[in-house]
Structure formats: structure tokens, C-alpha cells
């Protein structure tokens, strides 16, 4: 189980419902019950009222190397036709509602006024992909904001990134040189 919160947290509809059958479904089943990290061990563990099966499984995303990183970060950019002097905003995720990946394009196109060089990029597929693509058509950003299907591997473009945009949250982190 990687999502380990309850449907009534989530402000889902019918969440009480949803709850009840989840939970009951989890109670059956024989097997051990695995999350990441150890917060949502804790979380499932009092949805279930039992702690027992619950096992705990570190992501699987390795730390990078820096100076592995260091190194991708100009073939990386000169790929993606950032220029040196430009500023690129990254989001990675799933192209989903809860990802928030339109409000990437309301960023960039405030941002872009006050700072003509960012450059713009989301990794990451979804059922939001074709009317995220169709709004960047429409709106005419497609110079400056463009999208990647999904990478096996991220790490370089974290590398080639100047700020990375997590639409959960509406925040952006500033990386430092």
C-alpha cells in the first residue's frame, strides 16, 4: 500500500463508506500489509486498529551522487534547450487533479512576466495530460512550457532544474548552485 490515508481524510465522497470497505478488505486479507514510509505504517495501523502485518519498505529512490549530478546538468539542459542563463522550473508527478499540474501553467505564465527567461517543465503522464497539452496549445506557451512523458529515471532533470514546483503543496524551492 503506498497511499495509506483514509478516504474520511482525504474529504473523499461517500468516505465513510469507502472506509468501511477498505478497511474490511485489509482485515481479510492473510497476507502482510507493506507502506513507505513509517508515518504511513502508523497511519494504516490505527485505520486498522492492528499494527501486527503492517510492514514498513524504504521508496526504492536512491540519494544521487552530486557530483554525478553536477555532471548531467549541462548535457541535460542543452537536451532539453535551456540556455544558461535561463531558470528552469520543474514538477514531476502524475498528470491527476490532485497533482495540481494546471496550476503550473498559471505560474508560468505570472512568472514569465516578471522573468522572461524561465523555462517551464512537467515530467509525468496522466488522465489530465491531453488537456494540459491542449491548454498549452491555446494559450500559446509552448515556447517556454513543455511536457515529458514519463522517465524511468528523474534525477537529471532535477539536475538541470533551477526550482522545483510541488502543485500539492503551491510551493517552490529555490536550489541552490
Known sequence: IHITQSASY???ALAGCRD????????????PLVTTPG?????????????SRIRTVLNGVPIPDRDA?????????????VGKDDVLFLAVGRM????????LLNLAERIR???????????????????WDRQVAAKSLG?????????????A?????????????????????
Open 10 to 12: 482525504l474529504r473523499a
Open 20 to 31: 468501511f470497505v477498505a478497511r474490511r478488505a485489509l482485515r481479510r486479507f492473510p497476507g
Open 39 to 51: 508515518g504511513r505504517e502508523r497511519d494504516l495501523g490505527a485505520f486498522l486498529g492492528d499494527v
Open 69 to 81: 549530478l553536477a555532471a548531467q546538468r549541462p548535457t541535460k539542459r542543452a537536451e532539453l534547450g
Open 96 to 103: 491527476t487533479l490532485q497533482k495540481r499540474p494546471m496550476l
Open 113 to 131: 512576466v516578471e522573468m522572461p527567461s524561465a523555462r517551464f517543465l512537467w515530467v509525468g503522464d496522466g488522465a489530465m495530460s491531453a488537456t
Open 143 to 155: 515556447h517556454f512550457v513543455q511536457r515529458l512523458s514519463w522517465q524511468h529515471d528523474v534525477s
Open 157 to 177: 532533470y532535477y539536475a538541470a532544474a533551477d526550482v522545483f514546483l510541488h502543485g500539492k503543496t503551491a510551493r517552490a524551492r529555490v536550489r541552490s548552485h
